[in-house]
């Protein structure tokens, strides 16, 4: 990766980041349509349970940024099915995007830092997601209960791109 297309990508990292942090400290999250008359199907699967995210929370901030595993994978293709949309989420497994995310997360304000290591159970890097990036909540126990904690998820293809390519395609998305 050159130096002109980190100095794009990392501010833009960042901006999501703070975007989603601010999302997940204010338990905003929330996800589209029911899935076979059950609004609340996917919120029910291990994924948005703390239980689930107990091992990455023992892990720095910048060890929990990295390709999904397959329990995550098939919930963000479960997720796009019910919200229609086409893409079907892969992993990436380079670890040259986790360095960017990493000093882009070092760049936020160390409050927000010490929030995030609390709050942030992962960062997951795709393609196909269907979008730019989402942010999930993780529930204390079960959908019903509290909203504690979240995960995010970029779309690498699409984060990649110049900044006016990204504008341009965001528009017409």
């Not at 689930?52 to 098939?74: D, M, Q, T």
């Given at each position: 990766m050159n130096r002109k297309a980190l100095r794009v990508f990392v501010p833009v990292v960042a901006v999501i980041c703070l975007g989603a942090a601010l999302l997940i400290i204010a338990r905003s999250t929330?996800?589209?349509q029911s899935l076979n008359d059950d609004p609340k199907a996917l919120e029910r699967l291990s994924v948005r349970q703390t239980e689930?995210?107990?091992?990455?929370?023992?892990?720095?901030?910048?060890?929990?940024?990295?390709?999904?595993?397959?329990?995550?994978?098939?919930?963000?293709?479960?997720?796009?099915?019910?919200?229609?949309?086409?893409?079907?989420?892969?992993?990436v497994n380079d670890p040259s995007f986790a360095k960017p995310i990493a000093k882009a997360i070092r760049s936020l304000p160390t409050k927000i830092q010490r929030r995030l290591e609390k709050k942030l159970a992962a960062i997951f890097i795709v393609e196909n997601l269907g979008g730019s990036a989402?942010?999930?909540?993780?529930?204390?126990?079960?959908?019903?209960?509290?909203?504690?904690?979240?995960?995010?998820?970029?779309?690498?293809?699409?984060?990649?791109?110049?900044?006016?390519?990204?504008?341009?395609?965001?528009?017409q998305t």
């Open positions: 929330q996800l589209g689930y995210w107990k091992s990455h929370f023992k892990k720095p901030l910048s060890g929990r940024i990295g390709a999904p595993p397959e329990e995550v994978l098939n919930y963000l293709r479960a997720d796009n099915f019910r919200q229609g949309f086409s893409e079907v989420p892969t992993a989402i942010a999930n909540s993780i529930y204390l126990d079960g959908p019903d209960s509290s909203e504690v904690a979240g995960f995010l998820v970029l779309d690498a293809k699409v984060l990649w791109r110049p900044a006016n390519a990204w504008a341009s395609w965001k528009d």
